[in-house]
């Protein structure tokens, strides 16, 4: 069972899989147990995201693949023992992501289209480009507003502050593949996964928290 990241930048991987194929893979004692206590529908995407995440280690920073996963105060998750190692992990529907940053903060997000868009959440979380992706079919608006969104969320994950960041205040244009929300660049894999599926990071060099050289 294996999943090949995709790298982003230097120092920063991102990885997607059917969670299905995923969920069986957990064997981390810790993660075991902390998936008990969750409600039966949220463990396996729960057991899923933790293996790919750990496999995605074991590939990039093999030294910390069996690290103790923790979350600070605002549930973002960190590795115990290696605070210049970024972790992020998104779930979706059968597809979860993970991003592991060696000495970056990342944030990972993967979300499936929505079956129909209102106006209302177009102008919250386009904006300005509202008008240009209302004009798109359906199908087309609920995708651009998915690959759009996964960077506005990816982007407050990498920060720490998740939805009090205020992620639709984010510009991000639509069918654009890179761009920049204040320290942290963002990627969409537009051209590597059929889901919407974005990664944010910190700049190469604004990595200042960290011990790394």
Do not use: F, N
């Not at 147990?33 to 995605?56: F, K």
């Not at 597809?95 to 903060?105: D, E, F, M, P, Y």
């Not at 720490?160 to 963002?186: C, N």
């Amino acid at each position: 069972m294996t999943a090949t990241p995709t790298r982003v930048a230097p120092d920063v991987w991102v990885a997607t899989r059917t969670r299905d194929l995923w969920c069986a893979g957990a064997t981390h004692a810790e993660d075991l147990a902390a998936a008990e206590l969750l409600p039966h529908p949220r463990r396996s995407e729960y057991l899923a995201g933790r293996a790919l995440l750990r496999h995605l280690l074991r590939l990039t920073v093999p030294e910390h693949a069996d690290a103790s996963v923790r979350t600070d105060g605002h549930g973002r998750p960190y590795l115990e023992g290696a605070p210049d190692t970024g972790i992020s992990i998104s779930h979706d529907g059968d597809t979860v992501a993970a991003a592991v940053g060696r000495c970056h903060r990342v944030g990972v997000d993967v979300q499936l289209p929505a079956p129909s868009v209102p106006d209302g959440l177009l102008r919250r979380c386009l904006g300005p480009h509202a008008d240009h992706v209302r004009k798109l079919s359906a199908r087309g608006r609920a995708l651009e507003l998915a690959w759009v969104w996964t960077v506005q969320e990816a982007c407050v994950k990498a920060a720490g502050t998740g939805l009090s960041g205020s992620p639709w205040t984010i510009d991000v244009p639509p069918e654009h593949r890179r761009g920049t929300w204040g320290a942290y660049r963002w990627i969409s894999l537009r051209d590597h996964s059929r889901t919407p599926l974005s990664c944010a990071y910190t700049r190469l060099d604004d990595a200042r928290e960290t011990t790394c050289s």
